[in-house]
């Protein structure tokens, strides 16, 4: 069983910046992809950043983000998400996520993680 808890959610100004973290405890050997998504209110889920762990130099992400935000592993059982140059449309609730295995073209879909943190929320004021 993989557990997940979020931190690091703030309120901060457009273009101010945050760092996520997200805690993984459980057993995450093997291709194990890592994903934050976040959710807006009456907006569906959107995958912001993948990647899988132990090669952070393969990222995947969502071109509103790109340039701007970069997710990576901090330790063994830590992934966070660099946010840089916030804006109000920045502003949702984010989720860590994870999946023994995504193929490419499916690690920003919700539909292929099984396991999610309670999230953690992030708002960004004009």
């Known amino acids: 069983q993989v557990h997940l808890v979020e931190s690091g959610g703030d309120s901060v100004q ?3 910046s945050l760092r996520l973290v997200c805690t993984v ?4 050997d093997g291709n ?3 994903a934050w998504f976040r959710q807006a209110p009456g ?4 995958g912001v950043a993948a990647f899988y762990m132990g090669s952070d130099d393969l990222a995947f992400y969502t071109n509103s983000v790109k340039g701007r935000f970069t ?6 059982n830590e992934v966070y998400l660099e946010m840089n140059n916030l804006q109000p449309e920045d502003t949702a609730i984010y989720y860590c996520a994870a999946a023994p295995y ?3 073209p499916a690690v920003l ?3 292929a993680y099984g396991h999610w943190g309670q999230g953690t929320q ?3 004021s004009s």
Do not use: N, P
Request: charged fraction near 25%; hydrophobic fraction near 30%; charge should be negative.
């Open 25 to 28: 405890s459980g057993d995450t």
């Open 102 to 104: 995504v193929d490419g």
């Open 122 to 124: 992030v708002s960004v």
């Open 32 to 34: 194990y992809c890592l």
């Open 109 to 111: 879909m919700a539909s």
């Open 43 to 46: 907006k569906e889920r959107e």
């Open 71 to 76: 997710i990576g592993q901090g330790g063994k």
């Open 14 to 16: 457009a273009g101010g």
